[in-house]
């Protein structure tokens, strides 16, 4: 892992700050405010071939990593128009087939979804289990050919605008009789496949859902990879969770962070800019210092998983997650107050963030259990639950 970024990060950064800064933030509140999605700039991203980046050149991609897909949306992000389904669609479920999917089920889904024109939504936090793995109830049984899938999801996002939804579901082991973790793809419109959506505080474009699945036939094939590795194939989605999602809080952080420099930089109250007050100057200062390292974590967590090593990124992607959804929220409130009421006032975007920056420190796992994986995984503690 080098420290100094390659011409093609610079290049790519670059490109994709571009198009970010033709949308910008004043494109997404339109979006937010007419109830629909941001599907221009979707559209764009996967024609210019960001959307998939990370995906293996055979089926459509770019045949990089999940290191330069956390570059497409940290810049999207800066920008002030982040792509949340692109933790979704290209990350997770991308990540997973694109590693652990039969050749028929790579042709079938990669090349739509490394070119934006197929989305895939991701379902695991259920209402009693979260996203713990090992209290899932929804499950699926064998009948004939295929499975029979029942139970519920919550908190699922971007299910309207996708075509399928990779769920994570559990199965019986035939020699043990215990319940195993198990991924399955669940067309959209699949009778008994019900979707409601959750009313949300949150201003943001992707909507949430709640999941039921009412005896749900699906096919031989709508098993993705191996019935005895599901829990190494959920992980290999998780990581690239993780990641983005430190990408994504980095991304509204610089966004802010920006917005706040620049208007400390030029108002003046008294005979200088209050940016030449320390009180101002140094929160702004701490920002910046936080940002910097929360992104070197998400890149070393996104450089071990593009080298295979799924245990050295796990720990590291979720301290990534950690370190850079604090960097956020901090760094939007800061923001905020440096620009006093007009930090409010809807011109200047950013009392949304307010809210949108704390998903990244409840979603995809909260902060607490990232620090329960840290001290027993890393620290050998004994555990709390």
Known sequence: MSFTESQEHRDLRAAVAALGKRYGRDYVTEVVREGRYPDELWAEAGALGYLGVNL???????????????????????AGCPLLMMVVSPAICGSVIARFGTEAQKRKWLPGIAAGTYRMAFGITEPEAGSNSHRITTTARRE????VLNGRKVFISGVDIADT?????????????????????????TPGFLKTPIPMELAAPEKQFELVFDQVRLPADALVGD????LLQLFAGLNPERVMTA?????????????????????????????AHQAVAHPLAESHVEIELARL?????????????????????????????DAAVRAVDRAVHTLGGNGLASEYGLASLLTAVRVARI???????????????????????
């Open 144 to 147: 004939g050919d295929g499975w």
């Open 247 to 275: 990408a994504f809080a980095l991304g509204m952080a610089r966004h802010a962070l920006a917005r706040a420099v620049d208007y400390a930089r030029t108002r003046t109250v008294w005979r200088d800019p209050i940016g």
């Open 297 to 325: 974590m998400m890149l070393k967590a996104a450089h071990l998983y593009d080298a295979g090593d799924d245990m050295g990124a796990g720990e590291a992607a979720n301290m990534a997650k950690f370190a850079a959804a």
């Open 363 to 385: 979603a995809p796992v909260s902060r607490e259990m990232i620090l329960n994986y840290v001290s027993h995984t890393t620290l050998g503690l004994p555990k709390s639950y």
């Open 56 to 78: 293996p050149e055979e089926y459509g991609g770019g045949g990089r990593g999940i290191t330069e897909l956390a570059v497409v949306l940290e810049e999207l992000g800066a």
């Open 165 to 189: 939804t990779l769920i994570v579901g559990r199965t019986e082991d035939e020699r043990t009789g215990k319940l195993k973790p198990c991924l399955f793809v669940v067309e959209r419109e």
């Open 227 to 230: 019935e005895d590795a599901g």
